[in-house]
């Protein structure tokens, strides 16, 4: 280590910027004991940080520490400092220019580590002349709450200066991880088509903003949906990231920003911080409340469930809820209730859908799963086509909110009829689009896609990439361990549909990813999760 950090009192830890980002920073060291001298050219925003770090040390009972630390508006008060973290707005002049005064203040072994959350670390430390003391040093927004920091390195950094940041990170009560220096890290770049796709969805009007999030949070168990987590961050933020690794990246498609992005820019609905973004935040009206879920009620009677692997526990959930469950018509002298197809394209969903539609009486609704073909596909080929409903399988055991879709021609007394029966087994009934992958399946499949591609092109290894998912943005699961689970076949089936559908290289799947497939062997570590 270039400093060992035996106790907090042994570093003098300065921060150069005292806005959100640098005040929590601040503040997660001051909770920790760390002395801290914190830099800005306002004093103005210097006073406001001082105030808003003792209140939350008093709220922890910590005001005792407010006396470490120390509030500079001259920069050259940092000389004094061992490790400077910055923390200034992102634009890469302005921290470069930061960076060629710290490299003059700051005399070697000093560290120099730069909080960016999307710019090159090798072109920050560029401009300095000891580009092996500079590295980036990425936390997540709260500082003081969320346990990530993004370590990260750029080409010419030191072993001993990595060594010594992760020893900082953990003595200040986080879980380091250690990223190579590529366009968005790992949180930032896995995180895009989380956003990307929900604004794909909605731009295409396949689903609502409040129908995006709700599924996001009752289907999939995410903390917030993509919506109102963009409120949180803020509209021009999330862009800006955006922007900043599709223009890194040479226009890399799955980077590209959307029309609405820019628009709600333009009207200066920024989200919370102007009380208005994709939902309203003043008065009465406090952004996204997710629906109520139906209160689960016994059914009765028999349902119709076909062979098939793409609704994992469906025939299970349905027999605790008082429903028989049987596999072929014909089999009682009653009428099912229903018939269910959890088939995928690939186990010969559509000519049992066929069959079936010729067996049972028109007035018995199919429901078909939709997650890797669009129901329009086999709403062509019925000749009873009023009775047909889709629904996504792949999460439907787990989830408090299913995407249903309707055919062209669904009958009214048929789209009520499903919604009551998926309302009985304790779901809220979402009905969106005919679009490809629904919105779960599209969402979690091109999450895992971007973690494969990370893996392939060295940012970090499967594991580290799942737990910076999992504690820098609170993802319910990692999303490749998440994808063992659902099954890497289906991630990749739906990706192909996608690419099918789109014929845009958005949707192609990392090589990686077919690989892992083909040789029915995911990395070693990865494991289903819960």
């Not at 800005?40 to 470490?68: G, P, T, W």
């Not at 731009?203 to 999939?220: F, K, V």
């Not at 809220?428 to 990370?454: C, K």
Request: hydrophobic share 40%.
């Amino acid at each position: 280590m270039v400093f060992p950090i035996t106790t907090p009192l042994s570093i003098q830890l300065g921060i150069a910027g005292a806005g959100t980002m640098g005040r929590g920073i601040a503040l997660a060291a001051l909770l920790e004991g760390f002395p801290v001298l914190l830099y800005d050219v306002q004093a103005e925003i210097l006073k406001q940080a001082s105030e808003n770090i003792l209140f939350y040390l008093q709220r922890k009972n910590k005001d005792q520490f407010h006396n470490r630390l120390q509030l500079t508006s001259r920069l050259d008060d940092l000389h004094t400092c061992q490790i400077v973290i910055e923390a200034a707005p992102e634009n890469l002049e302005l921290k470069q220019d930061l960076f060629i005064r710290l490299d003059q203040i700051c005399p070697p072994p000093a560290i120099l580590a730069t909080n960016t959350s999307s710019l090159s670390i090798t072109a920050i430390a560029s401009v300095t002349e000891n580009p092996q003391r500079v590295l980036g040093m990425h936390f997540f927004n709260p500082p003081a709450v969320l346990p990530l920091v993004e370590v990260v390195n750029h080409p010419s950094t030191e072993a001993a200066v990595m060594q010594t940041v992760v020893e900082l990170a953990r003595k200040i009560g986080k879980t380091p991880v250690v990223v190579q220096d590529q366009p968005g890290f790992i949180v930032n770049r896995v995180a895009r088509p989380f956003y990307g796709e929900a604004y794909r969805l909605l731009g295409e009007g396949a689903a609502t903003i409040e129908q995006i999030d709700t599924l996001a949070r009752l289907g999939g168990g995410f903390r917030m949906g993509p919506f109102e987590l963009m409120d949180l961050i803020g509209i021009d933020i999330n862009y800006t990231a955006m922007l900043s690794m599709y223009e890194q990246t040479w226009g890399e498609p799955r980077y590209r920003p959307h029309r609405l992005q820019r628009q709600k820019i333009e009207q200066n609905q920024l989200g919370r911080k102007t009380g208005q973004g994709f939902y309203r935040y003043s008065g009465s009206e406090k952004g996204f409340i997710p629906p109520a879920v139906p209160r689960r009620r016994q059914g009765e009677g028999e349902i119709l469930i076909a062979p098939g692997s793409w609704s994992p526990g469906l025939s299970a959930l349905l027999q605790e809820n008082g429903y028989r469950v049987l596999d072929q018509p014909g089999k009682t002298a009653t009428q099912p209730g229903f018939a269910i197809f959890p088939a995928g394209k690939s186990e010969n969903m559509l000519d049992l859908v066929i069959e079936w539609d010729r067996l049972l009486p028109p007035e018995i609704p199919i429901l078909v799963q939709s997650c890797d073909t669009n129901l329009s596909t086999v709403e062509n080929r019925l000749d009873h086509p009023q009775r047909l409903a889709g629904f996504d399988g792949l999460f439907f055991k787990q989830a408090q909110a299913v995407s249903l879709v309707r055919s062209s021609l669904m009958d009214k007394q048929v789209e009520a009829q499903v919604t009551q029966f998926i309302s009985r087994l304790g779901k809220l009934p979402v009905w969106i689009g005919d679009t490809p992958g629904l919105v779960l399946p599209r969402l979690v499949s091109m999450l895992t896609n971007e973690a494969a591609f990370a893996v392939l092109e060295g940012a970090a290894d499967p594991e580290t990439i799942d737990l910076a998912m999992r504690l820098g943005v609170n993802y319910p699961q990692g999303p490749l361990s998440w994808a063992v689970s659902l099954g890497l076949e289906r991630v990749l089936a739906i990706l192909d549909h996608l690419f099918a559908e789109y014929h845009e290289e958005r949707y192609r799947a990392a090589p990686n990813l077919r690989n892992w497939v083909r040789s029915r062997k995911p990395p070693d570590f990865i494991t289903p999760s819960g």
